[in-house]
């Protein structure tokens, strides 16, 4: 899942969101990955992306409730979406 296609506006999403994260504009990052996630739901860099903003924005509820949604459609195992929790 991790190297599934996106479509093109995702990609951009995507690149906007990442950027942000970079650049420490978590609520930008949250709000570029939230408009990705309407687009491709089912792919690991939109969520990994939408739960690292939700961490860093402290919006511990959305990403509690963003991890739980991956791990109960058995799309992502956890270390996929939390690499750093891996032991």
Known sequence: LASQSLPPQA???VQHGQAALDSGDFARAATDFEQA???APDN???NRGL???Y???GQLA???TQINQCLSRNRF???DLVPCCTP
């Open 11 to 13: 990609q951009i999403l």
């Open 51 to 53: 739960l690292l903003s």
């Open 55 to 57: 961490l860093q924005t």
């Open 62 to 64: 959305q990403a509690t």
């Open 37 to 39: 996630r309407q687009l």
């Open 77 to 79: 195992a956890r270390h």
């Open 44 to 46: 690991l860099e939109v």
